[in-house]
């Protein structure tokens, strides 16, 4: 992971590292940030109404720590404020909508 210039942070606390969650517009992808590192990521495709949630990646090292539920809290957040629906490929954010029905409302296609 690397330092990266950041968009809007969207705040979120956990039980270990504090984490920043970023919507970055231009790589499409929101970023987890712990202090000045990037820890984690979601690759997103943005289309009208929809964002397909491609893939996510936590960096080893942050592993077992909570960034990745963080990150996924804080982008589905972010997606539900912008009024987006989801088409979710990523294996890890599917699991985690699904043992966190308040999301499941965001799915576009079940």
């Known amino acids: 992971m690397s330092n990266e210039p950041r968009a809007e942070a969207l705040h979120v606390a956990g039980d270990d ?15 987890a940030w712990v202090g000045e590192d990037v820890l984690g990521y979601i690759d997103y495709h943005l289309q009208p109404g929809l964002i397909t949630i491609l ?28 009024g987006l629906s989801i088409l979710v490929v990523c294996p890890f954010v599917r699991e985690y909508v699904r043992r966190h029905p308040e999301y499941a409302d965001l799915v576009a296609y079940r």
């Open 55 to 82: 893939h996510t990646e936590v960096d080893p090292a942050a592993e077992g720590h909570g960034v990745g539920s963080r990150l996924a809290a804080g982008a589905l957040d972010d997606i539900r404020r912008r």
């Open 17 to 31: 590292a504090e984490a920043r969650i970023s919507d970055n517009p231009e790589r499409h992808r929101y970023e």
